[in-house]
């Protein structure tokens, strides 16, 4: 097949410069009108939120009280110990999408008409980036003819915009997550309606090198699979239990977490076809532990770190044969819910010799991906990116952190 695929050289044309003049033209209108609208969305959200605020200092002089900032979070009406001229920072706006059940088997499998442009090396946004919003809400509203959510939600948002702010200094990166507030949607098959109801957000991101095979064209969907905990082909709590894996990969059988995010080079095998009733996935393919120290050697590991607002709690680790949140680095978060609209602060040292940790310097590309639980939801459940490009004072990454 790769031979059959291969260009043939006798027809090979050169590119017209006309052509070439003609995309260029088409390229830079289309940018010149996202930075419009971006402009325009600034300019009515600064309009609002200073409405709001001239409404709120009305009523509470009028009330006599003292003016006191508002939010859903404990840590809102600290005082900031992240200080950044966010003016100097650098502006991304990436869409995040509902994924339903779709994992990395999916991916690979069968019924994904892009696998082989990804098996190839094209990442998912070369693909996507025009259509994120359209497979979000196909997916959410059960509407999707691949048939990747069997859960519907009623109300559920599809899709929203996130904007990352990026920069840095000499010892720390600074990230800041802004994105509006959506109406709650309730969960028909929980009791209450709310997955989690002590974490009305949760937030993840995870830093990967090219080591990790995948990471460079689809981020962290790498790691999810789909066997873990609450996809399609999780196992039962009985097989877990009764499993010699147990131990290795940090089963929490008592609270029902089960299967955990890992990474395919950490397995013999996944299977992701499927035929003759065969789970997809590939948790009790464990390598031994010999060649898992290898892996991690090699930088083969994703960098983690996450946030629960309600909670208030920073949790930093990496995914390797399983989620092991470790401690390691560590990070420094501030979030707020404030007029409608979260804001998620995070501050991270550059460099760590610490397992499990990747340390980000000047003149290196590193893979990016994070997923947000909004609405007190939990596990799969949540809205995810696809994999971007993360540097420092690199303008051609789509997450470039500027120098302070």
């Not at 840590?75 to 950044?84: D, E, F, L, Y």
């Not at 559920?156 to 990166?173: C, L, P, Q, Y």
């Not at 800041?176 to 507030?181: C, I, L, T, V, Y």
């Not at 990070?331 to 404030?338: C, N, R, W």
Request: net charge negative; with cysteine.
């Amino acid at each position: 097949m790769e031979k059959l695929e291969a260009p043939n050289p006798d027809y090979i044309r050169e590119v017209p410069q006309e052509y070439k003049d003609g995309l260029a033209r088409i390229e830079a209108k289309e940018a010149a009108a996202a930075a419009k609208l971006k402009a325009e969305k600034l300019a009515e959200k600064a309009k609002v939120e200073e409405k709001i605020a001239a409404a709120v200092a009305a009523a509470v002089a009028n009330a006599g009280g003292a003016d006191k900032a508002v939010s859903s979070t404990k840590t809102a009406n600290k005082a900031s110990n992240i200080n950044v001229d966010w003016s100097k920072a650098q502006s991304t706006d990436i869409g995040v999408f509902y994924p339903g059940t779709a994992s990395i088997e999916w991916i690979l499998g069968r019924k994904h008409g892009g696998k082989r442009a990804f098996t190839k090396g094209d990442r998912c946004i070369e693909c996507h980036g025009e259509e994120i919003a359209d497979i979000g809400n196909n997916i959410v509203s059960g509407e999707s003819e691949k048939d990747l959510e069997p859960n519907v939600i009623p109300g559920k948002r599809g899709s929203f915009d996130v904007t990352i702010d990026a920069t840095h200094d000499a010892e720390n990166i600074y990230l800041r997550f802004s994105w509006a507030d959506g109406e709650h949607a309730a969960v028909p098959f929980v009791e209450g309606g709310k997955m989690d109801p002590e974490n009305p957000m949760k937030l993840a991101f995870m830093l990967a090198t090219d080591d990790v095979e995948y990471a460079d064209r689809a981020g962290c969907w790498g790691t999810c699979h789909a066997d873990a905990n609450t996809m399609p082909f999780a196992p039962e709590q009985d097989t877990l239990k009764g499993s010699d894996l147990a131990k290795r990969l940090n089963f929490d059988t008592g609270t029902g977490t089960g299967v955990t995010k890992y990474l395919k080079e950490t397995r013999t095998k996944l299977e992701l076809k499927g035929r003759r009733g065969k789970a997809l996935g590939g948790w009790d393919k464990l390598k031994d532990q010999a060649d898992i120290n290898a892996l991690q050697q090699a930088n083969q590991f994703m960098d983690v770190v996450r946030y629960k607002s309600g909670t208030d709690k920073v949790e930093d680790g990496q995914i390797l044969a399983s989620r092991d949140m470790h401690g390691g680095q560590g990070a420094e978060v501030e979030a707020s819910l404030k007029n409608g609209t979260w804001s998620v602060v995070v501050k991270r040292r550059l460099k760590s010799d610490k397992a499990g940790d990747v340390s980000i310097e000047a003149g290196k590309v590193y893979n990016f991906g994070f997923a947000i639980h909004d609405d007190y939801s939990s596990a799969r459940y949540h809205h995810v990116s696809f994999g971007y490009k993360l540097a420092l004072d690199n303008a051609d990454a789509e997450i470039n952190a500027v120098k302070q």
